[in-house]
C-alpha cells in the first residue's frame, strides 16, 4: 500500500491537526512520517508537511505554534485610516490598507526552527503549493521524486513555508529572491486532498487500488448565509463569499480523490475534519490554542481505532529515496 497524508490550511487551526498527530505519535511510539510515502500540506498544513519531512516530530511541531503562534499573529499597529476605518465598518477593517500581521515575525520564527535547511532533506516526498500572482498561475514545491522535478529540491524549506503561508490581506506577498511574487496556496487549494490523488496517481503512477489517503482539516463551523433571501448584497455575504469559495474547493477536492483514489472494496479516502460552534475558532484566534489542543485529544481517542481499522498505521512506508 502507498499512504498519503494531507493537512489543510488555517492559520493558527493548525494548533488541530499537528495536535492530533501527536496524539497518533504518542500511540506509535515513533515518528508519524515514517507511515506515509507522500505528505501534501497547504498554508499551515505546508508548514507542518515541511517540519514532519525535516525530522521534527508532530509534537515537536506542535510546540512551536504553541511558542511562536502568539507573536506571528500580533497585530501591527494601524495608523490614523485603519482606526477612522474602523469607527466605520466592522469585521475587516484592520485590512483596508494594509496586512494585518507582520510576515518578518513569521519569517524569523521559521528561520529559527528550519534554518538552513532545504526541501530536500526532507525524509517523505512533500507537495507544498502557492500561487504566482504576476502570471496568474499555481506554483508548487516539490521533493524529488519524479526526474523532472530539478530545480525545487534546492529551494529553502523556510521559502516554501512563506510562500505557502502568505494569506491575501493577513501577510504580504512573499517574494522569492528573483522577485517572483507568491501568496497562500489556501487561494487554490485550502484542502489539498485532490492535488495529492493526482499527484500519487497522475505524476508518482500509483496504482488507485493500492492507495490510503488521510485527509486532515483545522475544524470548520457550520456554514451561516441567509437562505431566506434571494437577492443577496454585500451586507448578506460579507465575509462569507470567502468561505463559499473555500468550501467549493474543499468539496471539489475531495471529490477529485475519491474519483480518481477511491476503491470499490473499501473506502480507503478518509477525512478527520470537526465541526465546531459558530466563531469559536478563527485563522488568527491564538486565545483558543489550547482548545484546539483538547479538541485534537479528544478527537484522537475515537479517531485512532479507525485509522488502524483502515490500515494507515499497519506498516511503515519504504524509504524515500530521491531520484539522482
Not at 275 to 296: C, E, F, M, N
Request: net charge neutral; glycine share 10%.
Amino acid at each position: 500500500m502507498k499512504k498519503v497524508l494531507t493537512i489543510d490550511g488555517g492559520g493558527i487551526k493548525g494548533v488541530f491537526p499537528v495536535a492530533f498527530l501527536a496524539e497518533l505519535e504518542e500511540q506509535l511510539g515513533e515518528p508519524i512520517v515514517e507511515y506515509f510515502d507522500l505528505v501534501v500540506g497547504t498554508s499551515t498544513g505546508g508548514i507542518i508537511a515541511l517540519g514532519l519531512g525535516l525530522g521534527f516530530s508532530a509534537k515537536e511541531m506542535l510546540s512551536f505554534y504553541e511558542s511562536y503562534g502568539p507573536n506571528i499573529f500580533l497585530p501591527k499597529k494601524q495608523g490614523f485610516w485603519a482606526g477612522l476605518a474602523r469607527r466605520i465598518t466592522t469585521g475587516y477593517a484592520d485590512m483596508l490598507f494594509d496586512t494585518k500581521y507582520d510576515a518578518k515575525v513569521l519569517k524569523n520564527a521559521l528561520d529559527g526552527l528550519f534554518g538552513n535547511r532545504i526541501i530536500g532533506n526532507s525524509k517523505v516526498r512533500l507537495v507544498i503549493p502557492s500561487f504566482n500572482i504576476q502570471k496568474g498561475m499555481v506554483r508548487m514545491y516539490k521533493t524529488r521524486h519524479h526526474p523532472r522535478f530539478e530545480l525545487d529540491w534546492k529551494k529553502s524549506a523556510v521559502e516554501a513555508a512563506l510562500a505557502t503561508a502568505a494569506a491575501p490581506l493577513y501577510f504580504q506577498t512573499f517574494r522569492t529572491a528573483s522577485g517572483v511574487p507568491l501568496v497562500d496556496g489556501g487561494v487554490f487549494a485550502n484542502n489539498p486532498i485532490g492535488l495529492a490523488a493526482v499527484e500519487a496517481v497522475g505524476v508518482l503512477k500509483w496504482n488507485p487500488e493500492e492507495l490510503l489517503i488521510l485527509s486532515l482539516g483545522c475544524t470548520e463551523e457550520p456554514f451561516d448565509i441567509n437562505l431566506e433571501k434571494e437577492n443577496l448584497g454585500v451586507a448578506d455575504w460579507k465575509m462569507g463569499l470567502i468561505e463559499v469559495f473555500m468550501r467549493s474547493q474543499s468539496s471539489s477536492s475531495y471529490g477529485i480523490a475519491t474519483l480518481l483514489a477511491e476503491n470499490h472494496t473499501y473506502h480507503n479516502v478518509y477525512r478527520i475534519n470537526p465541526i465546531t460552534p459558530s466563531k469559536l475558532y478563527a485563522l488568527d484566534g491564538v486565545k483558543r490554542i489550547g482548545l484546539l489542543r483538547s479538541l485534537a485529544d479528544e478527537t484522537a481517542r475515537y479517531e485512532v481505532a479507525e485509522i488502524r481499522k483502515r490500515g494507515f498505521l499497519d506498516t511503515r512506508a519504504e524509504t524515500f529515496i530521491p531520484f539522482p
